[in-house]
């Protein structure tokens, strides 16, 4: 009996499949965060192509950064997770883009500014076509046979579609010309055998075809500085066009724009423009969607000035700029193993309670479940003991401006070293910031890695609003009992009120308590925090301190002002005195 072999299934080109859906995983349902995620992967390419490639951002949410690479949001937008394919298809767009700013493409329009003045108006706009076009062959053979050059190659076959669709191939036309140049730069372009003036074609596409192999050599090559390569291929285009001028002069031109004004200054090339997709308006995001966005994308950014706008107001004009920077030193502090035990001691008095049961006890409440082991061994008791779940998450934020200098920032450094101390193990957690102003942006510095504490030079000026909001935004969001410990020794003078951070703390279930080191002005701060600060005149007064905040902030939940509570709550003596006897009875004894 024969056996029938299965046909073997055909397996696409690898070109076909979408090229995205090897390494694209963080989706979303959600508009702005799926359009979040997929900006973040594009600055990701266009980062690995070079540090000069330039950021990249949708229509309508620019931060001012010059050179960006702009995106038309309507591209992604409609469906969502966005389809692999059109993921492949802005990768193309944007590695395009990133190689024109990486090989300087605007410095061959600069040198060649001379030579346009020169021209009349009709040479001017044929000898840029050239241009343009040369340009884009020499990028695109830069990341040839790369993984990238397949994205590459997604769009730039869109892009020959689409010029096709608007050339008369019954006339010449100088855009037909530069049309088949590009073509037959690459070996698996399509032909346009249907032109009927073949001939007519023939002498000037054998110019160009040499100007492909000199831009081909170079890209391969890439040898030399990157002014140098300029230069070189603005004497390529000028050589090129002294051979073509005569003959393609008098031809007619279908899309007559220019893609370099004389005088120096770019009209802007839009990122798709670079691979002739650029005729489609580029619509600008809702306002309330870049902002959404740009929210998502603080998270993971260096600048968070999105998330302060978020919880202020948009419309507050005393934000200031907001960024992460971990610009630290190995910090040397003394630690105080007493200080350090009553830390401990204060942290397990207010810290949850989980009970633990103890069964086959000699004595101790009766356990009906072991009353068979009484004749035999006597131990048919238990106890039920409730001990501390010392789950504490802690983040230290340090007041790091100019006034700090000397006593006050070594007073706060061993402050944070007994804190860290005294947290380190058990399931606790310690996340310490320290903020300071640089140039009217408030500087946050993270100062724990590991098991290490680091810390920063004091300067500039104070803007701990804005601070307390950014410590208390990434604060672990988790069961665990939050806490923030703000350490400062003045008002805040920059940026938004205190109040906001304040109110922020509460909306999020953060016990703020602030500490005020060597504090002058004192009627002010108070003003400022009401009962949430506590003064420190030296060293040894950190227990109490923090003690007397940790009873306020649990007795009355945190509020500035206890006589403004809702109406009918009013905690009994009787618990005020079981939540510290505790505390101060271990505090003594130590």
């Not at 070189?232 to 066009?241: N, S, T, V």
């Not at 005729?279 to 929210?295: H, M, W, Y």
């Not at 420190?536 to 509570?565: I, M, N, S, T, V």
């Amino acid at each position: 009996m024969g056996s029938t072999a299965c046909p073997r299934e055909e397996v696409p080109p690898l070109t076909e499949f979408p090229l995205s859906e090897f390494w694209r995983k963080n989706t979303s349902y959600s508009e702005p965060l799926e359009l979040a995620n997929l900006l973040r992967a594009l600055r990701k390419v266009a980062g690995h192509l070079g540090p000069n490639a330039g950021t990249v951002e949708y229509a309508g949410m620019s931060q001012g950064v010059s050179g960006a690479i702009v995106l038309d949001p309507t591209l992604a937008m409609g469906a969502y997770p966005v389809p692999s394919g059109t993921v492949d298809r802005l990768v193309g767009l944007v590695t395009h883009e990133a190689l024109h700013r990486i090989e300087w493409s605007d410095h061959v329009w600069k040198v060649l500014e001379p030579s346009f003045q020169r021209m009349d108006g009709r040479s001017l706009v044929r000898f840029q076509k050239i241009v343009h076009t040369g340009e884009d062959i020499y990028v695109d053979r830069v990341v040839a046979g790369s993984m990238l050059g397949l994205y590459t190659n997604l769009v730039r076959r869109e892009a020959w579609a689409e010029a096709r669709s608007r050339l008369d191939r019954r006339r010449v036309s100088v855009d037909g010309l530069v049309l088949l140049w590009w073509e037959a730069a690459w070996a698996d372009a399509p032909t346009m055998s249907a032109e009927p003036p073949e001939s007519e074609y023939r002498e000037p596409a054998s110019v160009m075809a040499e100007l492909t192999v000199r831009l081909v050599e170079m890209a391969q090559g890439r040898s030399g500085r990157v002014t140098d390569r300029c230069q070189l291929r603005a004497d390529l285009f000028e050589a090129a066009w002294s051979r073509l001028a005569d003959r393609i002069t008098c031809w007619p031109v279908i899309d007559p724009r220019l893609h370099w004004f004389v005088s120096g200054a770019s009209p802007g090339r839009k990122a798709a423009e670079g691979v002739r997709q650029g005729d489609r308006g580029s619509g600008a995001l809702p306002l309330r969607l870049t902002r959404e966005i740009n929210l998502r994308l603080a998270e993971h950014s260096p600048d968070i000035t999105p998330i302060i706008q978020a919880v202020v107001g948009y419309e507050t004009e005393e934000v200031v700029p907001t960024s992460r920077w971990d610009f630290h030193i190995l910090a040397r502090p003394v630690i105080d193993r007493r200080l350090v035990a009553r830390l401990e001691a204060l942290l397990a008095s207010y810290g949850a309670r989980r009970a633990v049961t103890s069964r086959g006890l000699l004595s101790g409440i009766l356990d009906r479940r072991r009353l068979y082991r009484s004749p035999f061994s006597g131990r048919c008791f238990f106890r039920k003991d409730r001990i501390p779940s010392l789950d504490w998450s802690v983040t230290l934020l340090m007041d790091a401006s100019g006034s700090m200098r000397g006593n006050k920032w070594r007073l706060a450094e061993n402050a944070a070293a007994s804190l860290h101390k005294a947290l380190i193990g058990y399931r606790n957690t310690l996340r310490a910031f320290a903020y300071f102003e640089v140039d009217g942006v408030c500087m946050i510095s993270q100062l724990v890695q590991g098991k290490r504490l680091l810390s920063v030079p004091p300067t500039g000026r104070t803007a701990s609003g804005q601070a307390i909001i950014a410590a208390a935004h990434f604060t672990p969001r988790d069961r665990r009992q939050r806490l923030l410990i703000h350490v400062t020794d003045g008002e805040s003078n920059l940026g938004c009120d205190v109040s906001y951070g304040i109110e922020y703390c509460r909306r999020q279930g953060i016990h703020l308590v602030t500490l005020g080191c060597g504090t002058k002005s004192r009627d002010l701060m108070l003003r400022q925090y009401g009962r949430s600060i506590q003064f420190l005149d030296h060293f040894g007064q950190l227990p109490q301190a923090l003690e007397r905040l940790l009873r306020w902030a649990f007795l009355y939940g945190g509020d500035r002002h206890p006589g403004r509570r809702q109406a009918g709550y009013r905690p009994s003596a009787s618990r005020e005195r079981s939540a510290a006897s505790w505390a101060y009875s271990h505090l003594d004894s130590c």
